[in-house]
């Protein structure tokens, strides 16, 4: 059996040649809502993963930022604390020399040469630490100001995609709402309690090649359907 490729009206030589079903939804006001909120609950789930995992990959980079600047620190006292200790050896040989009374005012120099030079040198380490701290802090900072924009982007984004879909939703039923107005609840009762020529004569005034109307609540066959339908278009065919 095939269906008709098209289907002429006599009366205002009206002809159809497709049909386009754009959607398909449950005719149960709850199962409609069930599907919604599915949709929505979906994308709070994955909305609320990714934010975990946005928090938790901001969370990581921070402590091992708060590691090296740590660790940046313990090196940088080290080394000041070696320039110290090679600071007090050179005083200690300064006083030694002076000690001998020979050659003073040359150990007083040598010392007071060697004194700069090691202060300078705990000074530069105390720089180095300071520069390499203010480093550390710029990049952290930097770290946390990306992941805060990473987490409010897909916020924004998951929003969106709710909104969106909520608007969908309302824009199908309101599509179907104006369907069933279209036909008029007087036509459907008459559909649905008519015999099976009234059916058909009245869908063919509707401009319908055929309808199914259920409660919502009493499972269907779709293929046997399928078949009736197709059955019920041939028929009229033949005669």
Same mark, same amino acid.
């Given at each position: #059996?095939?269906? %008709? ?10 002809? @159809? ?10 005719? *149960?006001?709850? $199962? ?42 313990? &090196? *940088? ?35 007071? !040469? ?22 550390? &802090?710029?990049?952290?900072? %930097? @770290? ?11 916020? !924004? $984004? ?14 199908? $039923?309101?599509?179907?709402? *104006? #369907? ?7 036509? @459907? ?12 004569? #009245? ?9 199914? @109307? ?26």
């Amino acid at each position: #059996m095939k269906v %008709r490729d098209s289907f002429k009206f006599a009366a205002n030589n009206l002809l @159809i040649t497709n049909v386009d079903i754009q959607s398909v939804e449950p005719v *149960d006001q709850r $199962t409609r809502d069930s599907l919604q909120k599915s949709v929505q609950l979906a994308i709070e789930i994955t909305t609320n993963s990714q934010e975990a995992t946005a928090r938790h990959e901001a969370e990581r980079t921070e402590q091992e930022a708060k590691g090296r600047l740590e660790r940046q620190k313990i &090196n *940088d006292e080290a080394e000041a604390e070696k320039a110290r200790t090679e600071l007090l050896k050179l005083q200690a040989l300064s006083a030694a020399v002076e000690s001998t009374g020979q050659a003073k005012a040359e150990a007083q120099s040598r010392a007071e !040469s060697q004194r700069i030079e090691g202060e300078a040198a705990v000074e530069q380490a105390q720089l180095n630490a300071d520069a390499q701290n203010i480093e550390a &802090n710029a990049e952290l900072k %930097r @770290i946390n100001d990306a992941r805060t924009s990473e987490i409010t982007y897909i916020g !924004s $984004t998951n929003q969106l995609e709710i909104a969106k879909a909520k608007e969908m939703a309302d824009i199908e $039923t309101n599509k179907f709402k *104006d #369907m069933v107005n279209a036909l008029g609840a007087e036509n @459907i009762a008459r559909i649905a309690t008519s015999g099976h020529d009234n059916q058909l004569a #009245m869908l063919r005034a509707l401009g319908l090649q055929s309808t199914l @109307i259920t409660d919502g609540s009493t499972p269907l066959n779709l293929f046997n359907t399928a078949k009736g339908l197709v059955g019920a278009l041939k028929a009229p065919e033949s005669e």
